[in-house]
């Protein structure tokens, strides 16, 4: 059984950062893609950045080009989302998620089929 838990969330002024980790319980051999996911109350959820094991490929929501990086440490199977001037309307839920086995980066919550039970992250203005 695969578990993803993330960590490094928590509320923080318009303009500041935080950094988002996610562990996995287990060492991935297979190729995969690794995602974040956020939803905020009443919307549907969202993904916001992802990366591909197989070349390392990255993909980013529009909204968080050049503010957000995605990376990963293979010792550590974790996964990290660093996140810099923060808006309040990056306010959500922030989901991990693993797609595995993976032939291609993931950009849809349905391609992925590991979840963790997700971090707060609060913006205020």
């Known amino acids: 059984q695969i578990q993803l838990v993330e960590s490094g969330g928590g509320s923080v002024q318009a303009g500041g950062s935080l950094n988002l980790s996610c562990a996995a319980s287990?060492?991935?051999?297979?190729?995969?893609?690794m995602g974040w996911f956020r939803q905020a109350p009443g919307k549907e959820r969202e993904a916001v950045a992802a990366i591909y094991s197989g070349d390392g490929g990255t993909y980013y929501a529009d909204s968080v080009k050049g503010r957000f990086t995605v990376a990963r440490d293979k010792d550590k199977n974790t996964v990290y989302l660093q996140m810099n001037s923060l808006k309040p309307e990056d306010t959500a839920l922030y989901y991990c998620?693993?797609?595995?086995?993976?032939?291609?980066?993931?950009?849809?919550?349905?391609?992925?089929?590991?979840w963790g039970q997700g971090t707060q992250v609060t913006v205020s203005s």
């Open positions: 287990v060492r991935f051999y297979s190729s995969h893609s």
């Open positions: 998620a693993a797609s595995i086995p993976a032939f291609t980066i993931g950009t849809m919550a349905s391609e992925y089929n590991y």
